[in-house]
T-cell receptor, first 111, second 116 residues
Framework: DAKTTQPTSMDCAEGRAANLPCNHS???????VYWYRQIHSQGPQYIIH???NNETNEMASLIITEDRKSSTLILPHATLRDTAVYYC????????????FGKGTLLTVNP | GAVVSQHPSWVICKSGTSVKIECRSL??????MFWYRQFPKQSLMLMAT?????????EQGVEKDKFLINHASLTLSTLTVTSAHPEDSSFYIC????????????FGPGTRLTVL
């Protein structure tokens, strides 16, 4: 599976957009980009995923570069409750797929 | 999305005792169950994968005789930590897979185990 690289931590002001980058330069053609987050002392939560097109749902937007070597998760209006560790994971996907979690990015939303 | 529960949410036990953690998928049938553990300030590490009605597959370095996994039904899986020691203190999280029904994975709320 392709590995991912994320910044260790980021800060964002409440109400502003949070842009979380992820590098996945070894991604293969059939691999998806998944984003999950984990609020402290809770189980991870699915956010969004995509293959090559940009995606948007009620939680976030996912922008994937044309060469698919990197992506950005966008939380359009961050709130304090969005403070969490965000994991970018690359793989073939599906709910029976074995996820490999890296260290992720700790996003801290400040008032 | 799918609803997953774990019980207990936290447990404190003495060294040498065994602890059972239950994971239930409340609104779908889980053909596969993933069990993770997470030590403080670290990421989730997959411990084992089980399929309903068959033996679990353990990741390298995880003792199968110490971490007993039972996946006897499509809605319930259990993880038993046998002869627990302080180094087994961790956050244990289950994640049921529903095959083609969902594209994403869902996770239980986790069980905090503290071994004294």
């Amino acid at each position: 599976d392709a590995k991912t690289t994320q910044p260790t931590s980021m800060d964002c002001a409440e109400g502003r957009a949070a842009n979380l980058p992820c590098n996945h330069s070894t991604i293969s053609g059939n691999e998806y980009v998944y984003w999950y987050r984990q609020i402290h002392s809770q189980g991870p939560q699915y956010i969004i995923h995509g293959l090559k097109n940009n995606e948007t749902n009620e939680m976030a937007s996912l922008i994937i570069t044309e060469d698919r070597k990197s992506s950005t998760l966008i939380l359009p209006h961050a709130t304090l409750r969005d403070t969490a560790v965000y994991y970018c994971i690359v793989g073939s996907g599906g709910s029976n797929y074995k996820l490999t979690f890296g260290k992720g990015t700790l996003l801290t939303v400040n008032p | 999305g799918a609803v997953v529960s774990q019980h207990p949410s936290w447990v404190i036990c003495k060294s040498g005792t065994s602890v059972k953690i239950e994971c239930r998928s409340l609104d779908f049938q889980a053909t596969t169950m993933f069990w993770y553990r997470q030590f403080p300030k670290q990421s989730l590490m997959l411990m084992a994968t089980s399929n309903e009605g068959s033996k679990a597959t353990y990741e390298q370095g995880v003792e199968k005789d110490k971490f007993l996994i039972n996946h006897a039904s499509l809605t319930l899986s259990t993880l038993t930590v046998t002869s627990a020691h302080p180094e087994d203190s961790s956050f244990y999280i289950c994640s049921p897979g529903a095959g083609d029904y969902y594209n994403e994975q869902f996770f239980g709320p986790g069980t905090r185990l503290t071994v004294l």
